[in-house]
Nanobody, 119 residues
Framework: HVQLVESGGGSVQPGQSLRLTCTFSETRYCMGWFRQPPGKDREGVAVMDSLGRTKYADSVNGRFTISKGNRKTILYLEMHNLKPEDTGVYYC????????????????WGQGTQVTVSS
């Protein structure tokens, strides 16, 4: 089965940047990043399909960038101008079928990596 491993989380101050990396054992049609803030439900952050088309949550648009490495099994999330409200556990996920959007039912998930933004 497909396995995903995230890395790159950490603790930063507001305004700083982080890059998250997700390594897939197999590429998926739709690959995305999600996050779960403390005490809240998981939410979509950004998704990218196999053609490179992307969608972002309004809260991160213009600050975060989703991309793939040369090897299409690597997924990145570049996060700039981080805010305290960006704090949460970040997950990568993949899905092979259906439309590529955050509301889709993603079938495979990573274990999550913690991002904390605090002064």
């Amino acid at each position: 089965h497909v396995q995903l491993v995230e890395s790159g989380g950490g603790s930063v101050q507001p305004g700083q940047s982080l890059r998250l990396t997700c390594t897939f054992s197999e590429t998926r049609y739709c690959m995305g990043w999600f996050r779960q803030p403390p005490g809240k439900d998981r939410e979509g952050v950004a998704v990218m399909d196999s053609l490179g088309r992307t969608k972002y949550a309004d809260s991160v648009n213009g600050r975060f960038t989703i991309s793939k490495g040369n090897r299409k099994t690597i997924l990145y999330l570049e996060m700039h101008n981080l805010k305290p409200e960006d704090t949460g556990v970040y997950y990568c996920a993949g899905e092979q079928y259906g439309g590529c959007r955050a509301s889709a039912a993603f079938g495979v998930w990573g274990q999550g990596t913690q991002v904390t933004v605090s002064s």
